[in-house]
């Protein structure tokens, strides 16, 4: 028995998907990111599927490739978005301003002035400073107040420390921007992406209700919605349980917390649309020792963090990785291509590549649709950002 996992291809694509994507890679430039928007397609109504009753926003910062937007619009999917240049990038496609929530609570005055002058009027916060300024930029819109949440040590990826307030302080925000002559809409939260243990919805779920009902019974104000962020899981190495676990527990929380009736949910998700519709082919461009008596290979990539692997800061992410070697698995660090000693992708966990694997051939990562093209460095060391295709 080999100590190293190995990785099957057919765990997360079909077979003639991915040959297909791998026959169109052939003779292109490596690195690049080769997206599959049938499975987009397949995803996006999954997750409608699952959750009959929400309002599905794209976190557009996943991935803002066009024919990922045209193609949720077509589907008349709504959209979370982040800063003018994504809502430009969406509103280009022709979605219209009553589909589009800016969600991002750090945002420049002149952008939100922006936003209200195009149309949008749905806005997330989580400071006293910035429902001031939406009151006085983007008067009378609705705003939705995002609160802390637990589960940052089950998320690969958290996200809600730097988002978000206590809930006692997303009480005197609503009620402020009520105050100000803003709508307070409702309350949202993120409990951090790729998020392993459901429970963590429960917990946020009931933070919220306690706060829709005591700003109803104390302050007189009736909010209207729940936006539940994103955190459902795409397919990397570490397991999660399906889209419809996640979908039924939480549906579960939701009865409970709201028996009489349930608010308008919004969910926002990026990474589970998107990550497993892509792969990322690349090639090794050296495989060494550091000493003549180690055994451990060194296998360097022509993709890196600064490439679009940022999410294997720590590790976080363990992208699954794939050659068309058959040997037996043998130990490697897995690193990129530049001049910088943080540009190493997995040392700690420990991948088995084909003992076979030589300089010149492909290694292909899987579930790379999200979070890489456009986390991929302008010119570092003068390598061009990660290349995108779509079939
Ligand atoms: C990044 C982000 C999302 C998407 O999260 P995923 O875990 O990728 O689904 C949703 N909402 C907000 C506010 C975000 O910042």
């Known amino acids: 028995m080999s100590q190293f996992k190995s990785i099957k291809v057919t765990d997360y694509y079909e077979l003639s998907r991915f040959e297909r994507i791998k026959q169109f890679a052939k003779h292109k430039p490596t690195p690049c990111v080769v ?27 996943a991935n803002p490739g066009a024919p990922i937007l045209a193609l949720l619009h077509q589907k008349s999917a709504n959209f979370d978005i982040a800063s003018i240049y994504e ?34 009027r749905l806005f997330a916060s989580d400071s006293e400073a910035d429902i001031r300024m939406l009151a006085q930029a983007a008067p009378g819109s609705r705003v939705y107040v995002r609160i802390l949440t637990v589960g940052n040590d089950t998320a690969d990826w958290p996200l ?21 002559g803003l709508e307070a809409y409702g309350v949202s939260f993120h409990v951090g992406s790729q998020q392993r243990d459901i429970g963590a919805w ?34 990397y190495l570490d397991k999660t349980q399906a889209l419809a676990g996640y979908a039924q527990a939480i549906t579960g929380y939701l009865s409970q917390a709201f028996p009489e009736t349930m608010p308008k949910i919004i969910l926002e998700p990026g990474r589970s649309l998107i ?38 800061l720590d590790e976080a992410i363990k992208f699954p990785i794939v050659t068309d070697k058959h040997g037996p698995l043998g130990a490697c660090v ?9 540009d190493i992708m997995y040392e700690h966990y420990r991948y088995g590549l084909p003992q076979d694997l ?6 292909y990562w899987l579930t790379t649709g999200a979070y890489t093209t456009t986390y991929s460095a302008v010119c570092f060391n003068g390598f061009p950002p990660l290349k995108d295709y779509y079939l």
Not at 160 to 180: H, I, N, T, W
Not at 358 to 363: N, V, Y
């Open 275 to 312: 990550s497993n519709a892509g792969v990322l082919i690349s090639e090794v461009v050296l495989i060494s020792h550091k000493s003549s008596d180690s055994n451990e290979r060194w296998v360097f990539a022509d993709v890196g963090k600064f490439s679009g692997l940022i999410e294997t």
């Open 160 to 180: 809600s420390r730097k988002f978000g307030c206590q809930p006692e302080m997303a009480y005197d925000l609503l009620v402020l921007a009520q105050s100000l």
């Open 35 to 61: 997206i599959d928007t049938e499975i987009i397609a397949a995803q996006y109504d999954e997750m409608t599927k699952n959750f009959p009753f929400a309002h599905i926003y794209y976190a557009v910062k």
């Open 87 to 120: 809502l430009e990038m969406v509103m280009a496609h022709g979605v219209s301003c009553d589909r589009i929530s800016f969600g991002n609570t750090i945002k420049k005055r002149q952008d939100v002035e922006a936003f209200y002058e195009r149309g949008v």
């Open 334 to 342: 897995i690193a990129g291509p530049t001049c910088d000693s943080a």
């Open 358 to 363: 030589a300089i010149g051939d492909k290694l």
């Open 202 to 235: 429960q917990v946020a779920i009931n933070q919220v209700a306690q706060l829709f009902t005591r700003l109803s019974e104390q302050a007189g104000i009736k909010l209207a919605m729940i936006n539940m962020g994103g955190g459902f899981p795409a397919n």
